[in-house]
């Protein structure tokens, strides 16, 4: 128990300490893209808008005229209109309002060392469509560059574009290691996260385990030490009872009150003993070849006084082939099945109804064999379903403070069943009723001392 108690722990604190790191890396990455980016861009505002300075000084100067002739050749209109203090990693373009390109820089066809010219054609269509000062990464020829442009508000070039572009490769190569570096630093301190939260939830787990097995001593102790009074005043009752005939009423009354109360305390204290032993670890089974049919039988005879005072049915149901049912042989531990048996039976009794009536079936198949036990009691609510199995727990309807139980039924019979690699199943119907099924399996497997951790 408390070793799933401690890897719960570690994986609940190994899953906070990841997300808080992949919170970090992501915010930090996206920090560290914002500035280069920002930084790329201004560098690309600031040369759009020193290149439209120097243009429409230069249209009022004589070399204006080469911009509009026709006869004047690219090159020296590239010449006479480059822009000035432009980087070697830096291009520039001039685009008319047709979407004709009328300037491009030098360094446009130097992209590489190979002399490959930027796709400026292809890419136009796309960039022409982006609002002002729009920059985004192109990929081209293996390299990385930030392009984007403005439109001119005024002045002779009025509606003409200017495009500029500046290769990132080393800023985009840069982050994609940063990336790379905080994924492998995340990783390394969620590893470190998840062996401190395992040794950090081992020291908590320690007083909280030592608390535990101190109060299971403590019950197991109690549990034999009040066996020896119980049996004292349970044998002074049988005494007293043989001769009950000779009292009076009022102290008859008594001690048939007293009898009932040293018969519950009975059944707590061998109830707690059972659990006292099932919390060390293991529960021992002496392991026996034996007939369920019969023990189911022989249960019911033993539970049929207890129905009849409280005006509810019993129905055994054990197959239409009798001898074949007996037959069919189980190897588990006869002792623990029949209390089993007797939790189940007596509980669909008790929380019955007048009335009412309670069904035990047999099911057996080359597979598994399994019984079933039906009530038309009051039935569990939904909500609760998933925890009738817990130690002193009660519900406010179906188990209330005016019934003879203990509150450990049930949650003995999960530590039987899980002793025997058996499963058991309840469906229930608020007031209608509740169904118990345990499925056990085949004859070939052995239990004998089987770890409940």
Not at 73 to 80: F, M
Not at 299 to 315: D, F, G, H, N
Not at 404 to 419: F, N, P, R, S
């Amino acid at each position: 128990m408390f070793k799933r108690t401690r890897t719960r722990l570690t994986r609940e604190f190994s899953l906070t300490v990841g997300i808080i790191l992949m919170i970090s890396a992501l915010f930090s990455l996206w920090m560290v893209q914002h500035m280069l980016t920002t930084t790329e861009d201004n560098q690309l505002k600031a040369l759009s808008s020193q290149y439209e300075t120097e243009l429409q000084k230069l249209l009022a100067s004589p070399k204006g005229e080469v911009l509009y002739d026709s006869s004047v050749g690219q090159g020296k209109v590239n010449a006479s209109f480059a822009p000035s203090g432009l980087q070697l990693n830096q291009m520039a373009w001039l685009i008319d309002p047709n979407g004709q390109i009328i300037f491009e820089s030098p360094s446009t066809s130097k992209l590489g060392v190979s002399g490959e010219e930027f796709p400026t054609a292809a890419l136009l269509p796309s960039l022409l469509s982006k609002p002002d000062n729009d920059f985004h990464n192109v990929r081209a020829y293996g390299r990385t560059f930030r392009i984007g442009g403005t439109v001119i508000a005024t002045g002779e070039i009025k509606d003409y574009r200017i495009l500029v572009a500046q290769e990132v490769t080393s800023d985009t190569a840069l982050l994609n290691q940063l990336r790379w570096a905080f994924a492998g630093f995340a990783l390394l301190l969620l590893a470190a996260g998840g062996a401190a939260g395992y040794i950090l939830a081992g020291r908590a787990m320690g007083p909280i385990a030592q608390a535990f097995h101190r109060q299971e001593q403590f019950t197991s102790d109690a549990s034999h030490e009040l066996r020896t009074p119980l049996s004292i005043l349970k044998s002074a009752y049988e005494v007293l009872d043989e001769e009950s005939n000779k009292l009076p009423d009022f102290h008859r009354h008594v001690l048939m009150k007293s009898g009932r109360e040293i018969h519950h305390m009975s059944r707590l204290v061998d109830n707690l003993l059972v659990l006292a032993r099932s919390d060390s670890g293991r529960i021992e089974l002496a392991v026996t070849r034996f007939s369920l049919r019969n023990t189911i039988s022989q249960v019911i005879e033993q539970v049929e006084p207890i129905a009849a005072s409280r005006t509810v049915k019993l129905v055994w149901n054990g197959g239409e082939d009798t001898a074949a049912m007996d037959e069919v042989m189980i190897q588990s531990d006869e002792v623990r099945i029949r209390q089993l048996l007797l939790i189940l039976i007596e509980n669909a009794i008790q929380y019955n109804r007048e009335g009412g009536k309670v069904t035990v079936s047999l099911d057996v198949n080359p597979y598994k064999t399994s019984f079933t036990v039906s009530d038309t009691g009051i039935g569990i609510e939904e909500e609760h379903l998933p925890r009738i199995f817990e130690r002193f727990y009660r519900m406010d309807k179906a188990r209330t403070r005016r019934s003879e139980g203990t509150g450990l039924g049930l949650a003995i019979a999960k530590q039987i069943v899980d002793a025997h690699r058996a499963k058991i199943e309840v469906w229930s119907t608020s007031q209608s009723g509740t169904t118990f099924r345990v499925t056990l399996p085949n004859l070939s497997d052995s239990f004998q001392n089987v770890s409940l951790s």
